[in-house]
């Protein structure tokens, strides 16, 4: 299926400080992302790209290049470029909605939602969510509990290209993590646990003394080749534990 036309008028990658390449890449990544480009629909050739875009040959087979070696789409020599189609979900650890593991234990569960609000990114968020400094971005901190003790801080950013909704949704039923796990199906996600010590800040909204050693789960996760999220979850070293139960072949084992 040629996209060629019917996608409107032609954009001029000449004015935005975006570099050229990733102009064309998003662009691309948008139509996937959308569902208006399905998976096994073929993609504008090179030509048609660098005519609408005013951009070099090189220049769009870079973005191609990047977005085959993602996994997006999928070029064959002498026929074209394609959609990739979608791989099922395979992850060494799996996202866990904290609420269903406290109540799984038979313990009461309760989540206070600090603040939700738009903030343009840090190099370090816009790094993460591989977004531009200063972009747009949703965050939110809620402290979870468990019997009423607080157990994690969760400091979260999320990407707005893929969760355009998560600012206006009222999270006094639904949480910020259990909306993206229903709204916004993972395929890829990254942990790194770190010993660290907590801030004036972050010991008070946890509840226990500054002195006290923590556990930091930072975690990212992507759609598609797009990141959805990156969220930084504190957790008071003498109330919780990470930990997980996997088979050789790294799914989760379960009972």
């Avoid at 290049?65 to 074209?80: D, H, I, T």
């Avoid at 593991?101 to 600090?114: L, N, P, S, T």
């Avoid at 949704?169 to 909306?179: A, L, M, N, R, V």
């Avoid at 993206?180 to 003394?209: C, F, G, K, W």
Wanted: aromatic content about 6%.
């Amino acid at each position: 299926m040629n996209h060629a036309a019917g996608q409107g008028p032609a954009t001029s990658a000449t004015n935005s400080p975006t570099a050229l390449y990733q102009q064309v890449k998003e662009y691309i990544a948008r139509q996937i992302q959308s569902g208006a480009w399905q998976p096994g629909d073929r993609v504008p050739s090179e030509q048609e790209l660098v005519t609408r875009f005013g951009v070099s040959r090189m220049t769009v087979n870079r973005a191609l290049r990047e977005l085959s070696e993602q996994g997006r789409v999928v070029r064959v020599a002498g026929v074209g470029t394609f959609v990739a189609e979608h791989k099922p979900q395979s992850t060494l650890l799996s996202v866990v909605n904290l609420q269903d593991e406290i109540r799984m234990r038979g313990h009461d569960y309760a989540c206070d939602v600090i603040l939700v609000e738009r903030v343009a990114a840090s190099i370090e968020v816009a790094a993460a969510l591989e977004l531009r400094t200063g972009e747009s971005v949703f965050h939110s901190v809620c402290v979870h509990r468990e019997d009423g003790v607080p157990v994690q801080l969760e400091d979260r950013y999320v990407n707005p290209r893929v969760a355009p909704d998560f600012i206006s949704q009222d999270f006094s039923g639904i949480k910020p993590g259990e909306y993206l796990l229903r709204n916004v199906p993972y395929d890829q996600v990254e942990h790194v646990v770190d010993a660290i010590s907590a801030t004036p800040d972050q010991a008070a909204q946890l509840e226990m003394p500054p002195t006290q050693p923590c556990l930091m789960l930072t975690r990212r996760t992507w759609t598609n080749g797009v990141p959805v999220t990156f969220v930084r979850c504190l957790h008071p070293g003498n109330r919780y534990r990470l930990g997980s139960r996997f088979r050789a072949d790294g799914n989760p084992a379960f009972g």
